[in-house]
């Protein structure tokens, strides 16, 4: 069966260090996305990719970064780690037809920075 | 301004009764969708139900329903016959431009729980 993947599910860091998020979808869909969950604020937007070599900024994208090199997969990068960046990620996927089109969602990491 | 507001942060329902959760949207595009989700204790998100803004009907989907009153922007979920596995956070989301590729915008969710 077609899945979303993310690893690892559970991550401490500490502040300053790179930390990178993979996320890894078998459905060969065309737009990836990145979110952060956190009391009180919902899900927002972070990064996003509409295809190979396509990335675009959401609305909290200071601190990550992404690149697309494959269908498959957007990794999630934290440049130098910040405590304000623990937080819950959801990396989710859309086949990109518009309209109706629905965001699948990974299962989330839980990523905490001391 | 935020572009979804639900104003509901957590409610209780009784097992077996229906329950309405409250979505408001702004935008100022006439094409667009909203969508609902559910995320249970576990933590995943699960989509459940889509409402377009051309739809003549409202959508259903088994025991979820999105009652859509346009002229309101409103887009409310109405869970018929809650059961106990219906406590979760639930997400109201929008996407703008239907014609594009536009990504969804979550409001900040409403916890529903489910008594016995």
């Known amino acids: 069966d077609a899945e979303i993947t993310q690893s690892p599910r559970h991550k401490i860091t500490e502040t300053g260090r790179q930390v990178t998020l993979a996320c890894h979808q078998t459905?060969?869909?065309?737009?990836m996305f990145w979110y952060r969950q956190d009391l009180g604020h919902g899900l927002r937007l972070i990064h996003y990719s509409y295809g190979v070599h396509d990335t675009n900024k959401g609305e909290v994208s200071d601190g990550y970064s992404v690149s697309r090199s494959n269908t498959e997969d957007l990794p999630l990068t934290l440049e130098s780690a910040a405590s304000s960046q623990t937080s819950v990620y959801f990396c989710a996927s859309s086949e990109g037809a518009g309209g109706s089109d629905t965001q699948y969602f990974g299962p989330g990491t839980r990523l905490t920075v001391l | 301004a935020q572009k979804i507001t639900q104003t509901q942060p957590g409610m209780f329902v009784q097992e077996k009764e229906a329950v309405t959760l409250d979505c408001t949207y702004d935008?100022?595009?006439?094409?667009?969708?909203l969508f609902w989700y559910k995320q249970p204790s576990s933590g995943e998100m699960i989509f459940l139900i889509y409402q377009g803004s051309y739809d003549q009907q409202n959508a259903t989907e088994g025991r979820y329903s999105l009652n859509f009153q346009k002229a309101r922007k409103s887009a409310n979920l109405v869970i018929s016959a809650s059961q106990l596995g219906d406590s979760a956070m639930y997400f109201c989301a929008m996407r703008e431009r239907l014609s594009g590729n536009t990504p969804l915008v979550f409001g900040k969710g409403t916890r529903l729980s489910v008594i016995a």
């Open positions: 935008t100022s595009d006439p094409s667009y969708g």
């Open positions: 459905w060969n869909h065309n737009n």
